[in-house]
């Protein structure tokens, strides 16, 4: 969180103010974000490598049937038979759905708490800047490592699937990305909520990570069950890459369901902060 106020404080309204912190967060997060979309290329290139080999082998199936339904459908087993189909269920499941909504939540959490705890925010606060500015702010920032992601990983999973001779869908996978910003956006904003409410510093980053986990453990376990209802209430729920990158189906009315859900967990969480005394 902002520091030094004398870029924030010279706003002349509460757009201006939120750009502020908004462009201020963005430049601190650039470098985090650049080696994040670097380590998520070079797995997703793992599995470009290594992916024809396990398509073409007859030990996927031979695994399908000795596994349990649950099993195959948490780790997305079922999508095996292509390239396409192993980038969704194990690089899309662990690199998006988890690990980068993890990053997201975990750092717009931390973002809000830690000024919190370090009395930072008071002194910003203290210079007239609306509280609604500085966590629209913080939450714009996040943009910046889902972007970053979103333009370099599949670039490079498009031009390796080519070099191996198995290229991918390239309208598919452009969807596919495009889906991904609002769904990640969604753990963004929870992410802002657990910084207003736990207020400390790390503390609501893990909060938030362990939150990415579970609902991810729930929605998949659930899914393929009479309580499939309960799964309803997280976000990957309504981001399924597999049925973007292999059936090339958009869930338009769920990505509908994350936006609004973004609006109004951005809404509460604002509304707690204006009230709660720091």
Do not use: K
Not at 8 to 20: E, K, L, Y
Not at 31 to 43: D, H
Not at 225 to 238: D, H, K, M
């Amino acid at each position: 969180m902002i520091t030094d106020t004398a870029s924030v404080t010279g706003a002349s309204s509460p757009a201006s103010a939120a750009w502020a912190v908004c462009r201020f967060e963005a430049e601190r997060r650039l470098r985090a974000s650049l080696w994040l979309a670097v380590g998520l290329t070079l797995f997703g290139l793992l599995f470009v490598w290594i992916g024809p080999d396990i398509v073409a082998g007859g030990e996927v199936d031979q695994l399908l049937d000795s596994m349990p339904a649950p099993m195959v459908a948490l780790l997305g087993f079922e999508t095996l038979s292509s390239l396409a189909g192993l980038l969704a269920g194990e690089f899309y499941t662990f690199g998006w759905v988890v690990a980068l909504a993890g990053y997201v939540a975990y750092s717009a959490a931390n973002g809000v708490a830690r000024p919190l705890r370090d009395d930072r925010m008071e002194t910003l606060l203290a210079a007239s800047v609306p509280r609604t500015s500085v966590l629209l702010g913080t939450f714009l920032a996040l943009l910046v490592p889902i972007a970053v992601a979103n333009v370099a990983v599949p670039a490079a999973l498009y031009a390796g699937s080519v070099a191996v001779g198995h290229p991918l869908d390239p309208a598919r996978l452009f969807v596919l990305h495009v889906l991904a910003v609002p769904f990640l956006l969604s753990w963004g904003a929870l992410g802002v909520l657990f910084g207003v409410v736990v207020r400390r510093g790390r503390t609501a980053g893990r909060a938030a990570l362990g939150a990415v986990f579970a609902a991810w453990l729930v929605e998949s376990f659930t899914s393929i069950t009479e309580y499939e209802w309960v799964g309803a209430v997280a976000p990957s729920r309504y981001f399924d890459p597999a049925a973007v990158l292999v059936d090339g189906t958009t869930d338009l009315a769920g990505m509908a369901v994350l936006c609004v859900a973004t609006v109004g967990v951005l809404a509460v969480s604002a509304w707690l902060f204006a009230r709660w005394d720091l």
